[in-house]
């Protein structure tokens, strides 16, 4: 895996002909033009041969030996993946690189919300190779419990059976776009109002063809968090075989009277539900302060959490596939997709720094008289990411959204991953 930082002076075809790479692969991996000039502190994914790169964390009892029978490598390519590391002295929660040939294999889960074939076909169409599931967020629930379309889900639905990605239906607590608490307060509350959202959620799924459903119930009131458990049981044994994924905020612990993430009960969730995805983004969010979207020592802190309530191998976390610009005037935020965000950058001339701590990019810059801070993903973020999963040895990841572009990303994952 190569990663390239912009320095002053560099050009893409002076970083093509370092890395022996043909320039029109580091344009398509990192969605780049041709006449781009880029700017320091562009991180860049060069699509290099040689093997992949797994992260493992050493346990009691390991050696090089047995880490490179593992993953069927040699200590030589170990050593050599990690400079100064001292054979004899491994000591248990070391976090190392190994060479292999062996891919890390995971189920991924990508949102879709389909405003418009023209904007969202193309996207998924891109991605679907990198898919196990595709959520489709088009459902929402009326005050007596009844699930209905917001939007048509038939060219979605009928796309995901020809790329053989898996079909779940998406239901949120909206009310006039919002996520409203005292809707789905009301409805968890009541067992009749759960059981019309049980029986119109499988009318659905059986009418459709859908394999199973993903809930996105956010700002439920704390005190229906057992009436969330309770319908979470009900609505599997409805599915029976089919999957139940549930979508929770994410934690570091358990605070239940907390507004956000009071009613999500980790390990009540993790025992009803096929596969719990913790929402690992938005800890810098619109109105606040500008932080990083996903640092990376709050995600490791959530999933370190999580793992004690749910099993990891029924768990994903999520990449969020855009990142936000702050106005500091008044911290008003708009986010982007990646891509556009690496444009904003070139256009503006900005220089990108990184946060090592956080492990994530951002960068400044004035329009007119207004300073602007922009924090998002980049290659180097998201490997950090992704080391998490194999370390933790969790399921895998989920992709809010999918129309949001981040060719990084998927140059990475076509290379890395091997998707179920």
């Given at each position: ?354 946060d090592a701590f956080a492990a994530s990019p951002w960068f400044k810059y004035w329009r007119e008289a207004e300073e602007h801070v922009v924090w998002f993903e980049d290659i180097r973020s998201i490997t950090e990411k992704y080391k998490l999963i194999d370390q933790y040895n969790l399921l895998g990841m989920t992709y809010w959204h999918l129309s949001l572009r ?15």
């Open positions: 895996m190569g990663i390239h930082v912009v320095q002053a002076g560099d050009s893409l075809w002076a970083i093509s002909q370092k890395y022996n790479v043909p320039i029109q692969s580091v344009l398509t991996a990192n969605g780049l033009e041709e006449e781009t000039r880029v700017i320091p502190g562009l991180a860049l994914y060069i699509p290099e041969d040689g093997p992949v790169i797994r992260s493992y964390i050493v346990k009691p009892g390991d050696t090089l030996w047995s880490i490179s029978r593992r993953y069927q490598t040699s200590i030589t390519a170990i050593l050599s993946a990690n400079p100064g590391i001292r054979p004899e002295r491994l000591y248990i929660g070391q976090k190392i690189n190994v060479p292999t040939a062996n891919k890390l294999v995971m189920e991924t889960l990508g949102f879709i919300v389909p405003y418009s074939p023209e904007t969202f076909l193309p996207a998924f169409r891109e991605t679907a190779k990198y898919l196990t599931y595709i959520a489709i967020s088009a459902y929402s629930l009326t005050r007596e419990g009844y699930a209905y379309i917001e939007l048509d889900d038939t060219a979605i639905l009928a796309e995901s059976r020809r790329l053989n990605v898996i079909p779940l239906l998406m239901i949120r607590n909206l009310a006039q776009g919002e996520f409203s608490a005292e809707l789905i307060g009301g409805v968890l509350e009541s067992p009749a109002y759960r059981r019309n959202l049980i029986l119109s959620l499988m009318n659905f799924v059986n009418q459709k063809g859908y394999e199973g459903i993903s809930l996105d119930f956010e700002f439920i009131p704390p005190p229906r968090r057992q009436d969330f458990n309770s319908f979470i049981k009900e609505l599997k044994n409805a599915l029976g075989p089919k999957i139940l994924h549930v979508n929770v905020h994410a934690k570091t612990e358990d605070i239940p009277a907390n507004r956000i993430i009071g009613a999500y009960d980790y390990k009540a969730i993790g025992e009803g539900a096929d596969i719990v995805a913790v929402m690992t983004m938005d800890y810098g969010y619109p109105t606040g302060p500008p932080n990083p979207v996903a640092p990376l020592w709050w995600v490791e802190e959530v999933i370190k959490y999580s793992i004690t309530q749910i099993d990891s191998k029924r768990l994903q976390i999520a990449l969020p596939l855009y990142g936000y610009d702050w106005r500091t005037s008044d911290n008003r935020t708009r986010s982007f997709s990646m891509q556009a965000i690496q444009n904003l950058a070139l256009n503006t001339g900005s220089v990108i720094q990184f981040f060719p990084q990303n998927w140059a990475f994952a076509d290379k890395n991953f091997t998707i179920l």
